[in-house]
């Protein structure tokens, strides 16, 4: 069983960063892949980036290549999205999830947190 807790949300200037983290509980935490997504209202939850927590393998969403990096410290059971050169249209709540392979795919993943709001302002 894993719990995730994400945190560092918040309000923005387009063109500013936020670090947003993802603190899981759980043992074995570093042999899965974990994933960002967001969720814009009446929108679908979306990919953002994934990454191995063995091997530190990353995939991005084309959305925001370039722009965020997703990284992990496997000592503290964290995984990490730091988002720069953000956009309005970054605005959404965003969820960290954990599953047993890096995947695009909301469904591959088994755990869940419970979001954190980010929101860029114009």
């Known amino acids: 069983q894993v719990q995730l807790v994400e945190s560092g949300g918040g309000l923005v200037q387009a063109g500013g960063s936020l670090r947003l983290s993802c603190a899981a509980s759980?043992?074995?935490?570093?042999?899965?892949?974990a994933g960002w997504f967001r969720q814009a209202p009446g929108k679908e939850r979306g990919f953002v980036a994934t990454?191995?927590?063995?091997?530190?393998?990353?995939a991005y969403a084309d959305s925001v290549k370039g722009r965020f990096t997703i990284s992990r410290d496997n000592a503290k059971n964290t995984v990490y999205l730091q988002m720069n050169s953000l956009k309005p249209e970054d605005t959404a709540v965003y969820y960290c999830?954990?599953?047993?392979?890096?995947?695009?795919?909301?469904?591959?993943?088994?755990?869940w947190g419970q979001g954190t709001q980010v929101t860029v302002s114009s």
């Open positions: 999830a954990a599953g047993p392979v890096m995947s695009t795919y909301a469904p591959s993943y088994d755990y």
């Open positions: 990454i191995r927590l063995s091997s530190g393998s990353t």
């Open positions: 759980g043992r074995t935490f570093s042999t899965y892949a």
